[in-house]
């Protein structure tokens, strides 16, 4: 796809693989709005992104939350014009150091399905639609291959991410002929403060760096 | 007729009126009979403005309550009519008047949002310009976090910003959701994209169905800003070509559409953003648009008399007051008709 003038939203936009893909997409011409909780971070990334030429905007929602979703859709929309492209990035591992699904609270699986994997479904089902209409469009889950591999104490996590690789593929198979892409991707092991909550003790020295991701999985998205 | 209080939940089951003024005859049907009536090569085009938060609560600068429904403009400052104390629970016809505002004036709503007021309208004191402080990413958000949909005293509980969605809803321009395309679930979209039919979009700045005053009410729909897309109106063409029937979804398409129609050009239109004030009626000479897809609309509203280009008043009256006795329910979350002439021909061709 064309990403000189596009809309896209990147939700996890204010650390790590997200500001990192926000930064890729507005150096290559999208129109991006970041999307995370924390306002605080999101701003730094935004003005980072804009001291370096490109254009991003903030919207501080949590995407685990019901009556965020058309916020998200609509103030992104009036900011950037109709969404091109989509990346659900956005995840919560749940409660660290993470647990065996015995110790597992019910509620902690219900927030990381809400983040991971509702979250996305709704979203996706507030911008998709434009996007058949105008024939055009791509969405990126970024998947985790916990979502293919059972590790213990990986429960809650494992199975949003395993859900949301299928959710991709419904949504492609549904939408197939329509020129709405669906991409899953996996990042692999990245340098994170999310993969530093989840293995505390991993070399550093050893993980990606989320910018070379991000230009992997943008290369991706414009081919 | 009886209004529709709340969202149904099988949108292609709810009821359609399909009104023919060649055979000066109707029928009723369901929505999701639709594609009975829609051939191979026709287009179906929609708004697709997604439906703002454009009810604001707020005060004046004296502490007076004031609510602010907000049209967007495109010059970034924001057209404004405003209610007296209260909400959509009371009717709009009895809401106090608001408290006259003038130029200069600060309006505040809720913690975040503070706006001058930079124009009032000559026509009414309560139609005003207000221009918003703080960047477009504050605005946008204090705007989603603090303002809520626009809804009236016929519906039965405070709507959320996802109950005034079409399934097309992009930007949002819309003070009111253009509700025609509200109950095109996909799966009758993809049904009748494999029949051959297409869609294209348009994108309509939908206003205010009702302000609270008689005079300004008489002289709905106000101006309002449209955008027809390079790619809709090479559709319309390509439909116009080929022989096909260019369907409008919803009056705000018909307005936008016959708005932008080029002189002499054979019923296509010039792609562009422009604003609107034609007001179409039964004097108007249809150009573009063959036949409107749309709701329930009660004899002697601006939206009946948009109808009025597509069918006689006597037919609409007579195939609406049927529909009445026989339960159809209206507003937003109503039934529908189709109205066009020949549209029941397709069934007998």
């Known amino acids: ?223 | 007729m009886s209004p529709a209080t709340w969202p149904r939940e099988s949108p292609l089951a709810e009821r359609l009126l399909v009104v023919d003024p060649r055979c000066d005859c109707t029928e009723e049907r369901r929505v999701g009979d639709l594609a009975a009536y829609v051939r191979a090569g026709d287009l179906l085009v929609v708004n697709d403005a997604a439906t703002l938060p454009a009810s604001l609560q707020g005060r004046t600068a004296s502490g007076a309550s004031v609510e602010a429904r907000l049209l967007a403009s495109r010059d970034g400052s924001w057209r404004a009519v405003l209610f007296g104390a209260g909400d959509w629970r009371t009717r709009t016809e009895d809401r106090p008047a608001p408290p006259v505002v003038g130029e200069g004036d600060v309006l505040t709503f809720g913690g975040e949002l503070r706006a001058r007021v930079s124009g009032v309208s000559p026509a009414s004191t309560r139609v005003v310009t207000l221009r918003f402080e703080g960047d477009p990413d504050h605005f946008w958000s204090a705007l989603y976090r603090h303002g809520r949909p626009i809804q009236y005293a016929y519906v039965a509980a405070p709507l959320a910003l996802w109950h005034v969605q079409t399934p097309f809803a992009s930007r949002p321009w819309s003070s009111e959701m253009p509700s025609a395309a509200r109950p095109l679930a996909w799966e009758l979209v993809l049904a009748l994209r494999a029949k051959g039919a297409s869609f294209a979009a348009i994108t309509h700045a939908a206003g205010l169905s009702s302000t609270g005053d008689a005079a300004l009410d008489a002289a709905l729909p106000m101006r309002e800003s449209y955008e027809v897309p390079a790619e809709t109106a090479a559709a319309i063409a390509r439909t116009r070509a080929r022989g096909g029937r260019v369907i409008a979804v919803g009056t705000t398409v018909v307005r936008a559409l016959e708005s932008a129609a080029l002189p002499g050009g054979g019923g296509t239109v010039a792609p562009g953003v422009r604003d609107t004030d034609l007001v179409v009626g039964s004097s108007h000479s249809l150009r573009v648009v063959d036949a409107i897809f749309t709701g329930m609309h009660e004899p002697g509203t601006s939206h009946d008399t948009l109808l009025q280009a597509f069918a006689p008043r006597e037919l609409l009256l007579r195939a609406f007051q049927g529909a009445q006795q026989r339960g159809f329910v209206g507003h937003e979350f109503g039934d529908s008709m189709l109205v066009g002439p020949g549209i029941l021909s397709v069934l007998t061709s």
């Not at chain 1, 129109?31 to 935004?46: D, K, M, Q, S």
């Open chain 1, 1 to 223: 796809m064309e990403l000189r003038g596009a809309g896209a939203i990147v939700t996890g936009g204010s650390r790590g693989l997200g500001a990192s893909l926000g930064s890729a997409l507005a150096a290559r011409g999208a129109r991006v709005v970041l999307v995370a909780r924390e306002r605080g971070p999101l701003e730094e990334t935004v003005a980072r992104i804009r001291a370096a030429g490109g254009e991003a905007h903030a919207l501080a929602e949590d995407i685990g939350d019901k009556t965020a979703i058309h916020r998200i859709a609509g103030a992104a929309a009036a900011l950037v014009g109709p969404i091109d492209l989509l990346v659900h990035n956005a995840s919560t591992l749940g409660p660290v150091p993470l647990r065996l699904l015995l110790d597992t609270d019910c509620e902690d699986l219900e927030r990381t399905l809400a983040v991971n994997l509702v979250g996305p479904f709704r979203l996706t089902k507030a911008v998709a639609g434009p996007m058949v209409l105008r024939g055009r469009g791509t969405v990126v889950h970024v998947s985790s291959d916990a979502a293919t591999s059972a590790y213990p104490r990986w429960g809650a996590y494992g199975v949003s991410k395993a859900a949301l690789l299928h959710l991709n593929a419904i949504w492609a198979a549904e939408l197939e002929g329509t020129g709405v892409r669906f991409l899953s991707v996996d990042p692999g092991e990245m340098n994170t403060k999310m993969h530093a909550d989840a293995i505390p003790d991993a070399d550093p020295a050893t993980l990606a760096d989320p910018a070379d991701v991000a230009a992997r999985i943008v290369a991706q998205v414009q081919s």
